[in-house]
Structure formats: C-alpha cells, structure tokens
C-alpha cells in the first residue's frame, strides 16, 4: 500500500516537473513564434468583443439614418460619428462594425465546411483502402489542379440568387483540396505507429480508429488548415461580392466594398468609407496568417 | 596478314552482339526512364482533368433554368409572338441548340476535337468564339507569365537573403511584401485606380484597349493599361514566395556543410548562393498551387480594370448566358490551367536530379 501511495506520489510530482520542463523548454525555444500567436489572437479577440459589446452592436443602429439627410450624408469623421456616414446618412462605424461580425460568422462556418470535406476525404481514404482510397485521392488530385476561380466566378453568375449560403456552398466545393491532401499524409504516417496496430488487433472498427484515434493526433494540422480556411473564405466573399457576384442579403465586408465600388465612395475620394473595410480586412487576414505561420513553425520544429 | 585480317572479324563479330544488346539497353532505358514515364502518366491525368473541366462547364449553365436567348434578346413591339417564336427557333436551329443535351455534348466534342470550332457567340454578333479567345488571350498571357516570373525570382531572392543575413535592413522589405501578401488585390486595384488614375492621372482612363497589333500607338496604349494591373499582381504575390523562402533558407543555414564552409573560409556570399541552390526545390512544388491561384487572381484584376483579357470576357459572356462563350473562354483558360501545370511538373522532373537520371526516388 505504501509502495503505490508513493509511486503515485511519485508520478504526480514527476508529470508537475515534466510539464514545467516542458514549458520552459517550449518557451526557450519557441519564444518568438508564442509572443506573435498571442499577439495577434489578442487582435482578433478584441475585434470579435467589439463586434459583440452593446455600443457598437446595436442592431437597430444600423439603418437608423440621421435627422437631417441631406445635410449629413457623406459627413467626414467627427466625434459624433466616428468613421463618418454615408450617403444616406447611416454611422459608418456600427455598419463596419455589423459587417465585421457577419463576415467572421461566415468565415466561421465556410471554414469549418472546407474542413469538414478536407477531413473526411483525408482520413476515410488511407482507412477504407481500395477503390475509395483511389476516389478519395483521385478526387483531391483532380479539384488540386481545377482552375478554382473560373468556376467559382461561373457558378454565383449563373445562379441568381444572391443569398450567403449560395455563396458559402461555391466557395467550399472549390477550395478545400490542398488540405485533403496534406491531412492525408499526415494520416498515412500516423497510421504506421504501434499504437494503431494495437487498436487494430484489439479489433476497433476501422472507422472508430480513424476519427477516434488518428485523429486527435493529426488535430494540429487539421487546427492549421481551419484557420488558414477562415482567413481565405473572409478574403474570397469579399472579392466575389466587391465584382457585384456575391451575396446581397446580410452586410459584409464584401458588401461594404461592393457599395464602394457601386455608390462610388472610391472615386469621389471619400476614404473614410472605402479605407476602413480594406484595412479591417487586411488586419484580420493577417492576423490568422500569423496566427498560422508561428503555429506551423512550432509544429514544424516538433518533428524534426 | 592473315592473322590481322581473322582478328578483324572475330572482333568484328564480337562486336555486333555488344552493339546489339547496347541498342537495347538504351532503347530499355529510354522506354523505362521515369522521366519519360512520369510525362505520359501526367499528360494523361491532365487530359482527364481537362475533359472533366470542360464537362462541368458545358453541363453547369445548361442545367439552369431559362431560355438563353431570352436574356439577350427581346421581343421588338410590333411584331406577332408566333412570328418572333419562328425566329428564335431558327436562332436555336442556327445554333444547334434546339437538340437534345447528350446530342448537344456529343456535337461540341466533335466540332472542339476535330475541328476547332467552339460555335458562334450570341453577344458578339456570330462572330466564331474562336476568334474573340484568341484575340482575348494575349492580354491575359501578358499579365500572368511576366507575373510569374517576376514574383517567383524576387520573392525567393528576397526571402533567401532575409532568412540567410538576418539583417535589419532586408527584412523591411521582406515584412512589407509579407503584409503586401494578406492585402486583397481587388481592394488595392480599386484603391490604385483611384489614386494613380482618377485623382494624379498617370494612366488613361476610360478609354478601351486596342487590339494587339504591332504598331507603336497600340502596344504603347496597351502597355498604358497594363502597368496598374501588373504592378498589383506582382506586389501581391511577392509575399507569398518571399515567406517559403524565408522558412527554407533557415532550415538550410543549419545544416552541416554550411557550417563546414564558414569554417574552411568560404565568403558568405558564396555560401548563401550554395544554400540558395540547395533549398529552392521545394519551391517549384508550390509554383502549381500558385500558379492556379494566379490565374483566378488575374481574371478579377480584369474585371476591375477592364482589361480584355479573358477573365473579362468570360464575365461578360456570364452575365449575358452566351453559352458558346462561355465554353469557349472557358475551355482556354483551363488549357491555360492545364498546359502550364503540365510544363511545371516537367520542370521539376528536369530539375530533380532523381527522376532526371531514372532513379527511383519518390518525388
């Protein structure tokens, strides 16, 4: 009884030292690549809490047009309005704000759709074997080399209705390959360690094992490729909707462009309309870049 | 004499079997050698993506509800509807279109494959297809080949040397391409054109592209419309090489030899052009992804800026439901897609020494 008390004793004392190790290990070496991680998830964060705080998620705000329309369209920035307002007279700062929000919603859930394809294409084909691992590879070989853009821009032409999820549908089909193939060779080397074997003998289900087992350890690039899904999802909707081609129905950053483009906010020079939008949209796309670089550098260095 | 003249043909017939059986070595060798055997195994998987393509193209807009001619034209006052009925049945007959689907893809094959005809576009007054692509796809090649090239040589050349020196005066450069990278082009297109065109009047504006013609009037013009889209395209894919690059040279600076060569007292100049030669080949792999997404990227820079390359014409043909248009514009930027994928692979089977040579490393 006293020999396990203290070998627990003993366990427990040994994983605190192997975790401290482990973190200051981690830190010596990775110092850099964690400060800019947080760095930029402390940006997004505090862009998605502005978009959700009552004063500036204020829902009936974002039609409410001022008194005085005619004398108040196209007001520069001034205290009262921040960003300004457009031609109708609206606060550009909760419409940015609205449009922020709403492209993350969708980069949110156009990512986590690319990803679910990516996984389940990746994972089923080294697992199933076969006729399936050859469409499965096959598939993502084809869609790697398909000119994405061509039918991206096709597809939201031909079909005319202009609702988001129109839009989320044709930009997840087309861009998820590079993915699929990446978590495939992951799989595949996953698939040759021993603890899988042990699984496999212990007679799991090749599918239990797949999502189960094999997953959870591929989990770092499967985190990498949603993220890097998020930023390219946000960036495409809003150059199909700049082009007139994306979706009308909710306020997005595409939206704000397009109206850029369609009221000519660009060409009579107003920047406090058209400069804010492209600089949020930069800011976001590359704060998840960074966010994906540092973690991928990390992941890298764990490898080798 | 005698001697002499029987060692001659003894030799000579030892010699003919050697020959022999050299020719057939080669001839095995050359039948054998990966080189060759990955461009047949690639051309053929290229030629299904191609006819997979071309597939989807032809089914998608067909398969939309609506009449085609309905969109571009309508019924002039005056006239009876059953006399308007006649001529829009004479259109679709003109136009093959009054047949079946299948007979319809069957007929686009065959006039496509052995012909080279892609039919007549509504919108351009019958004109041949073939003829508004052609015409259309010089100005495209224009944009992406220089782009390519471009990006690809100074975003690695930056990036190598940033990741090689660590000095603080490259890396300016090297994080402003990066941040250039995540800008969106059509933004920048829209923010340049409204700068450099509207407000300073460096470029011309509202004017069309004249037709590619050797004459200095019209490639001067040409050249005046294309600065701004090529100046976007290249600053935006810059980032993209200079950040692989950057993360294979630091990888490279660590090997052995390099460390070998500092102590044996090569310049460091020297050493980073070893390193540079050594860890660029993985480049090459990610030229296909990019080069794709150039391609898309260059077709809604010609939208923004009216350039008629494809991508305008192709929008143009979208807009309106000109379906041998479509078709036809599609159909040449998927070769485009597909020949120049085709030629990077090649490319990288010449430059790795493995599939060169007919090892059989996996590549």
């Known amino acids: ?304 | 004499m005698m001697n002499l003249t029987e060692k001659a043909t003894i030799l000579k017939k030892e010699e003919e079997p050697i020959s022999r059986s050299s020719e057939k070595n080669t001839f095995q060798k050359f039948i054998s050698n990966s080189f060759l055997h990955m461009s047949i195994k690639r051309g053929i998987f290229y030629f299904v993506v191609f006819f997979i393509a071309i597939t989807l193209a032809f089914l998608l807009p067909r398969l939309v509800p609506g009449n085609v001619l309905g969109y571009i034209y309508e019924r002039p006052q005056g006239t009876s509807p059953e006399a308007w009925a006649v001529i829009i049945a004479n259109l679709e007959e003109y136009l093959g279109l009054n047949y079946p689907l299948e007979i319809q893809y069957i007929n686009f094959l065959r006039s496509f494959f052995f012909e080279f005809d892609l039919g007549y576009s509504v919108l351009f007054s019958f004109e041949p297809v073939t003829n508004i692509v052609l015409r259309a796809l010089p100005y495209t090649m224009m944009l992406v080949i220089p782009v390519l090239i471009i990006s690809f040589f100074t975003g690695n050349w930056i990036g190598a040397r940033t990741g090689y020196t660590n000095s603080k005066k490259d890396k300016v450069f090297y994080y402003i391409f990066m941040v250039l990278q995540t800008a969106p082009f059509f933004w920048m297109a829209y923010v340049f054109l409204d700068i450099f065109v509207l407000k300073l009047n460096w470029f011309p504006w509202g004017q069309s592209v004249p037709n590619w013609a050797w004459d200095w009037d019209a490639i001067s013009t040409i050249f005046d419309h294309f600065w701004l889209p090529f100046i976007i395209l290249s600053l935006t894919n810059i980032g993209g090489w200079a950040t692989g690059a950057h993360a294979l040279m630091t990888y490279e600076k660590g090997e052995d030899y390099i460390s070998y060569g500092r102590k044996l007292g090569f310049s460091d100049n020297k050493l980073r052009k070893y390193a540079y030669r050594n860890s660029m080949l993985p480049q090459f792999t990610g030229l296909n992804l990019r080069f794709n997404g150039l391609i898309g990227s260059t077709l809604i820079t010609e939208i923004i800026f009216r350039f008629p390359g494809l991508g305008y014409t192709m929008y143009d043909a979208f807009q309106n439901f000109d379906y041998a248009l479509i078709i036809g514009s599609f159909i040449v930027t998927i070769l485009v897609v597909v020949i120049g994928n085709y030629l990077i692979d090649m490319s990288y089977g010449i430059l790795d020494p493995r599939i060169r040579v007919g090892g059989k490393g996996e590549a």
Not at chain 1, 35 to 59: G, K, Y
Not at chain 1, 143 to 152: E, G, K, N
Not at chain 1, 270 to 279: A, D, F, H, K, T
């Open chain 1, 1 to 304: 009884m006293t020999k396990e008390t203290q070998l627990e004793l003993g366990k427990n004392i040994g994983i605190k030292k192997i975790i401290k190790e482990k973190y200051h290990s981690a830190m010596d070496r990775y110092k850099r690549q964690i400060i800019l991680m947080l760095v930029f998830t402390i940006v997004i964060l505090i862009i998605i809490i502005l978009t959700i705080v009552p004063p500036f998620n204020d829902p009936e705000k974002r039609f409410w047009v001022t008194p005085d329309v005619l004398l108040d369209n196209y007001a520069r920035p001034s205290l009262e309005h921040w960003l300004g307002t457009d031609q109708l007279g609206r606060d550009h700062l909760t419409r940015l704000i609205h449009a922020v929000r709403n492209s993350l919603g969708f980069g949110l859930l156009t990512g986590s759709m690319c990803t679910v394809i990516a996984v389940f294409l990746g994972v089923i084909g080294p697992f199933k074997g076969g006729v399936i691992d050859l469409i499965a590879s096959f598939l993502t070989n084809i869609a790697l080399v398909f000119p994405q853009i061509p039918f991206i821009l096709l597809l939201s032409s031909l079909l005319q209705i202009r609702a988001w999820w129109i839009t989320m549908l044709i930009i997840g089909l087309f861009t998820w390959p590079w993915a699929a193939r990446s978590i495939r060779s992951q799989v595949l080397t996953i698939k040759e360690r021993n603890f899988i074997k042990v699984s496999r003998m212990s007679a799991l289900k090749d599918m239990r094992i797949a999502f189960f087992e094999v997953l959870p350890n591929a989990l770092p690039y499967v985190i990498l490729a949603f993220i890097i899904f998020l930023g390219n999802s946000i960036v495409i909707e809003a150059g199909i909707a700049m082009i007139g081609l994306g979706q009308q129905n909710s306020l997005t950053l595409g939206l704000l462009l397009n109206q850029a483009v369609e009221w000519q906010w660009i060409s009579s020079f107003s920047y406090w309309l058209w400069l804010p939008p492209g600089i949020c949209l930069i800011l976001i796309y590359l704060s998840f870049f960074m966010i994906q670089s540092s973690l991928s550098k990390t992941f890298e260095q764990r490898t080798s």
